[in-house]
Nanobody, 124 residues
């Protein structure tokens, strides 16, 4: 069983930055496809970014441009989401998820393990 724990959420003004962290623990936590997803109130969950097992391949939602980036430190079983130039529309609960495998996917329904989520609020 893999457990995921997100941190780094909070409130920030428009234009600010946050870095979310997700630590994976448990058997099989290493070398998994990892992803960040977000869900705003009344809206569907959307894929923000995903990263393959060794960090060589990443996907970031096109609409986010270069404001967001994903990375990982396998030595620490941690994946990061760096969010810059935040906008009010980035307000959502952000979830970390993991999937066993060596490829890359952006399909949230394929992810097996999910964290509890961390709230990000962008407001002046």
């Amino acid at each position: 069983q893999v457990r995921l724990l997100e941190s780094g959420g909070g409130s920030v003004q428009p234009g600010g930055s946050l870095r979310l962290s997700c630590v994976a623990s448990g058997r099989g936590a290493r070398n998994m496809i990892m992803g960040w997803f977000r869900q705003a109130p009344g809206k569907e969950r959307v894929t923000v970014a995903t990263i393959n097992w060794n960090g060589a391949t990443t996907f970031v939602q096109y609409a986010l441009g270069d404001r967001f980036s994903i990375s990982r430190a396998n030595s620490e079983n941690t994946v990061y989401l760096q969010m810059n130039k935040l906008k009010p529309e980035d307000t959502a609960t952000y979830y970390c998820a993991a999937l066993e495998g060596t490829g890359l996917t952006t399909d949230s329904t394929r992810f097996d393990y999910w964290g509890q989520g961390t709230q990000v609020t962008v407001s002046s």
